[in-house]
C-alpha cells in the first residue's frame, strides 16, 4: 500500500491499542474545524451589526466635518477588508474531512497555518491601522464641542483600548491560535514520518 493513500479510518481498524491517538487526533481536527466555523460565523456576524449600526449614526447624526466622514468610510472599509479576508479560511476549512489521508490533512494544515499568518500579520496590522485612523477621525467632530480636558479623556480612554488589544489580546489570541495548529501539524508530521518508514 502506498504511504500517501492511508485513511485514517483503514489505520484505525489495523491498528493495535498503542495506536489509538489516531482517531484522538481526528476528533481534535473535528474540533478545531467546528470551533473555527463559529468563530469566523460570529466575527462576520458582529463585524457586519456593528458596520450597520455605525451607517445608522451617519444617517441619524448627520456630521458636518468631512473628517467624521472619513472616519466612518475608513472603519467600515477597515471591517470590510478584515471579514473577507477571515472568510478565506472557509474553503481550507472545508478541506478537512475524515476521508482525507495523511499527508493531505498534514497539506491542509500547512496551508491553514500560512493563511492565518498572513491574517495574524499583514491584514490584522492593516485592520487596525485603519481602524485606529477611522477612529481617531470620526473623533474630532464630538470631540470639538467638549472642553479640552474631556477631549483628552475621550481620546486617552480610546488609546487605551487601542493599545490594550494591540499589546495583550491581540498576541494572546494569535499564541493560542498557534499553539492549537502546530501542535496539530506537529502530530501528523510525527504520524507522516512513522508510516514513511514502514
Known sequence: MDNDNINFNELWQGQ??????TIDLLKKVNKYKTSNY?????S??????TSFFICWVWISYNPQLFTTKLGIVLTILAMAIYGYSLNQLFPLLKKMDNTNNNAEHLANLLALKKKQQFLQTTMLNLYFIMLSVGVGLYMIEPTSEMTILWAIFAYGITA???LFSWF???????????????????KFENIQAQLNKE
Not at 168 to 186: A, E, G, V
Open 16 to 21: 493495535t491499542a498503542n495506536q489509538l491517538p
Open 44 to 49: 462576520t456576524l458582529t463585524i457586519s451589526l
Open 38 to 42: 463559529i468563530k469566523i460565523v460570529l
Open 168 to 186: 495583550y489580546l491581540r498576541p494572546r489570541q494569535i499564541k493560542k491560535q498557534q499553539t492549537k495548529l502546530n501542535d496539530m501539524i506537529s
Open 160 to 162: 487605551l483600548w487601542f
